[in-house]
């Protein structure tokens, strides 16, 4: 099976920007799609990204459209979430989630998920 492995959380002021990792290992991901998904304090997990893993699709909360970008680096079985101009609502803990088809924005479509990485946006 597919194993997924979060990096590059951590504190950082509100303006500024972080860059998440998402480490693929396993089986190969072909078709896959890849999502970031984040879930704060007493919230719901709720979808952030998503994309095709070949790069043709890309979809984008509406509440990070314009400062959050996702990409993928096919060679290193990776998926980025690159975060710009983050607000205090950002906190929460980012998870990386793939499923063999179409980039969807429910979590409990995605088959394999991450141990997430915590990212704190300070005032």
């Known amino acids: 099976q597919v194993q997924l492995a979060e990096s590059g959380g951590g504190l950082v002021q509100a303006g500024g920007s972080l860059r998440l990792s998402c480490a693929a290992s396993?089986?190969?991901?072909?078709?896959?799609?890849m999502g970031w998904f984040r879930q704060a304090s007493g919230k719901e997990r709720e979808f952030v990204a998503g994309i095709s893993w070949s790069g043709a699709r890309l979809y984008y909360a509406e509440s990070v459209k314009g400062r959050f970008s996702i990409s993928t680096d096919n060679a290193k079985n990776t998926v980025y979430l690159q975060m710009n101009s983050l607000k205090p609502e950002d906190t929460a803990v980012y998870y990386c989630?793939?499923?063999?088809?179409?980039?969807?924005?429910?979590?409990?479509?995605?088959?394999?998920w991450g141990q997430g990485t915590q990212v704190t946006v300070s005032t």
């Open positions: 396993g089986r190969t991901f072909g078709s896959y799609a």
């Open positions: 989630a793939a499923r063999a088809s179409s980039v969807v924005v429910t979590a409990t479509q995605y088959d394999y």
